[in-house]
């Protein structure tokens, strides 16, 4: 009865295209492309929202737009690192502002505590 159930087993994998695995399943090629064929991007927000960022550069696909796509990213990147650098300098001058107002009123807080105290 084994046998008959190992045998239904096998006719059934090759009758649906299932086979055992080959040498060319165990080449890391072969498995990057089949976890991209699998995903499903109905479900991975991330990576739509990266294909949508992509697509608003990345408009003709050439030989020259794919080989100078890494160098379009990491200027992409550059640039808002720039400018989020330029609107922390903003915030961080505004709250040595503020330290430098607060740190004044403490002086005078202290001088004041200094004074002799007056009676009537």
Known sequence: MA??????QSQNASNSGVTAETPASNNPLSRKLKKVLDTRLDNDKDTLEALKALSTFFTENTLRSRRNLRSDIEKRSLVINE???SSFR?????L?????????????????????MRSN
């Open 3 to 8: 046998d008959q159930i190992s045998e239904n």
């Open 83 to 85: 400018e989020f650098l």
């Open 90 to 94: 903003k915030v961080k001058d505004q």
């Open 96 to 116: 040595d502002s503020v330290y430098e107002d607060v740190r004044a009123m403490y002086d005078i807080h202290e001088l004041l505590l200094m004074l002799p």
